[in-house]
């Protein structure tokens, strides 16, 4: 944006501000997001004590993942961690076409297949 500013002046451009995929996937399931804590396992190796953390001290996390760090992985770990009493929603393809938003527990999510751009959110029970 600076750049383009910079080139053409401020006068000949209109900024117009998008929302995060986090701020999307709260919207859709009805939640605010203001109270919650965000974690990334988006192209990184799992950070998976630091999500169990989060997840243990926050009543609602939201959580960007890839292809390794799929919804069912996340459960998967959450559950060998000992966390057992949260809610998954599992925000699939956000404002495509094939939007698919899930919400389940923990031990039902460990069987969800899930394909595309996905956000998760844990919340307490």
């Not at 965000?38 to 243990?56: P, T």
Request: hydrophobic content about 45%; proline content about 2%.
């Amino acid at each position: 944006t600076k750049l383009i500013v910079k080139k053409l002046g401020r006068e000949f451009c209109t900024i117009i501000p998008g929302i995060s995929s986090i701020q999307f996937a709260f919207a859709a399931i009805g939640e605010s997001w203001d109270d919650a804590c965000f974690i990334s396992l988006h192209g990184r190796d799992a950070e998976y004590a630091q999500l169990m953390k989060n997840v243990r001290e926050h009543s609602k996390v939201g959580i960007l993942t890839d292809h390794k760090n799929t919804p069912a992985v996340i459960a998967r770990q959450l559950l060998a961690g000992g966390i057992r009493d949260r809610q998954m929603f599992i925000c699939e393809n956000l404002s495509l076409p094939e939007e698919r938003i899930l919400e389940t527990d923990l031990a039902s999510a460990v069987n969800i297949n899930t394909n595309g751009a996905i956000v998760v959110i844990i919340k307490k029970d």
